[in-house]
């Protein structure tokens, strides 16, 4: 199946900082990619939507300022956790999605990057 | 409010047995639904789907079942083996109507198969 690669896999980092966390498709080229954020025992929440060329769309009470994504190729998309504080400690997960018909196009999830903010 | 619940956070079985994970649903609008399995420190992996004009969907050891009028789906897995034993979620699409394909993930069933 398809690769998502996730870099860096695990990053601690001091309060104010910032962490920029990049998400590879491998070996396809995906029309949108995702991101999520996981706190323990909780399930993944859909932070933004992000197609190849545009700007990234945000769900709600997520700061598009505090979280900025780029997606400058079909294969790569960067997101940079700005300023980051120890709330925003947590799994990060990128998911990229091949086509743009509808539901059957599978979402392939990168293996995720734990942010701990000191 | 959660619109996807797995009530059930941890379920043990017996390997060979039946593992029955369930998920249930609040929003009538969702039209397709999933399941991923989770190993730690990894990233969710497809497993099984089903759309809402079916009711059961089969894939090797994996079924899974829907019950749009309850708003519920499960997933049956048999014979349970070990490597089973991981996190499963059930995530859900809504339909084509509602303009996106955005999944809401429930919070999870961690599931242990004990040889």
């Known amino acids: 199946g398809a690769v998502v690669s996730q870099h860096p896999s695990w990053v601690i980092c001091k309060s104010g900082t910032s962490v920029k966390i990049e998400c590879r498709s491998l070996d396809f080229q995906a029309t949108t990619m995702f991101w999520y954020r996981q706190f323990p025992k909780q399930s993944l929440m859909l932070m933004a939507t992000s197609n190849e060329g545009s700007k990234a769309t945000y769900e709600q009470g997520v700061e598009k300022d505090k979280f900025l994504i780029n997606h400058a190729s079909l294969t790569l998309s960067t997101l940079t956790v700005t300023s980051a504080h120890p709330e925003d400690s947590s799994f990060y997960i990128c998911?990229?999605?091949?086509?743009?018909?509808?539901?059957?196009?599978?979402?392939?999830f990168g293996p995720g990057t734990r942010l701990t903010v000191l | 409010d959660q619109q996807v619940k797995q009530n059930s956070p941890s379920l043990s079985v017996q390997e060979g047995r039946i593992s029955i994970l369930n998920c249930d649903y609040t929003n009538s609008m969702f039209d397709y639904f999933l399941w991923y399995k989770k190993y730690p420190a990894e990233g969710p992996t497809f497993l099984i789907s089903?759309?809402?004009?079916?009711d059961k969907n089969e894939d090797g050891r994996f079924t899974v079942f829907l019950n749009k009028s309850a708003k519920h789906l499960s997933l049956h897995i048999v014979p349970s083996q070990p490597g089973d034993s991981a996190v499963y979620f059930c995530a859900l699409l809504p339909g084509p109507g509602a303009g996106s394909y955005q999944l809401t993930f429930g919070k999870g069933t961690k599931l242990s198969v004990i040889p």
């Open positions: 998911s990229a999605r091949v086509g743009t018909s509808g539901p059957t196009d599978t979402q392939y």
């Open positions: 089903i759309s809402s004009i079916k």
